[in-house]
């Protein structure tokens, strides 16, 4: 069976610093992953995918995260927080043999401090 | 640009009630999904469907059914409400068949928040 945690329900980070919100999973097939951003009052926005062509993956807004198989981590960073990166981030795995669904962490809200 | 419509954005209802959701969207796609989202609890998926009249239960299936007569609609339906059904509610929608849809990004509606009384 396949799982999502992500370590942190909550990180707080001042404008201008580094954002690293957590992600570690684990599948039994070939994981495909996903980063998803949720703005208040919104639904879910694709940040970026992995699937397997490359291990560091370039997402939208600056964010990028690295597939590290031997830790079976998919942590997300940027390297300057904007204000605008306040919201709730979600990690999501899928594999060969889910189809299209995807199994979501719990989340990361992120707060910027100006 | 795909979009995903939800026909309700809050909803309020009694416990009994029957109450539907209904989620649209305009981009083809094979795949449609239920997720609800509690804080603390992320993203669990109630039911999905591959295809027209198709439908397979997720995670969390009991208290919910679905319907998918179009390949554009599927809607979730509520029989009888409970208060523990009250939460967000988020539609989404993907391309390709059951087998090759794994990479495939979900397009989300904005959500219908629920409220059982």
């Known amino acids: 069976a396949q799982s999502v945690t992500q370590l942190g329900s909550h990180v707080s980070v001042s404008e201008g610093a580094l954002v690293l919100l957590r992600c570690n999973y684990s599948s039994s097939v070939p994981p495909y992953l996903f980063w998803y951003v949720q703005y208040p009052n919104q639904g879910l926005q694709l940040l970026l995918k992995y699937t397997s062509a490359a291990t560091l993956v370039k997402g939208i807004n600056g964010f990028e995260a690295e597939f590290k198989k031997s830790e079976t981590s998919f942590h997300l960073t940027k390297p300057s927080a904007h204000m605008s990166d306040a919201a709730e981030y979600f990690c999501?795995?899928?594999?060969?043999?889910?189809?299209?669904?995807?199994?979501f962490g719990q989340g990361t809200e992120l707060s910027v401090k100006p | 640009d795909v979009k995903v419509t939800q026909s309700s954005r809050y909803l309020v209802k009694r416990t009994g009630e029957k109450v539907f959701l209904e989620c649209v969207q305009d981009?083809?796609?094979?795949?449609m999904f239920w997720y609800r989202q509690d804080p603390g609890l992320g993203l669990r998926l109630i039911y999905f469907?591959?295809?027209?009249?198709?439908?397979e239960k997720g995670d969390i299936p009991e208290g919910y059914s679905v319907s998918r007569e179009k390949k554009e609609r599927f809607s979730l339906i509520l029989e009888s409400a409970s208060t523990n059904q009250t939460s967000m509610y988020l539609c989404?929608?993907?391309?390709?068949?059951?087998?090759?849809?794994?990479?495939?990004?979900?397009?989300f509606g904005n959500g219908t928040r629920l409220t059982v009384t």
């Open positions: 999501a795995v899928s594999g060969e043999n889910q189809g299209g669904k995807l199994i």
């Open positions: 981009m083809d796609h094979e795949n």
């Open positions: 989404a929608s993907s391309f390709g068949d059951r087998v090759g849809s794994y990479n495939s990004p979900l397009h």
């Open positions: 469907s591959y295809d027209v009249k198709m439908k």
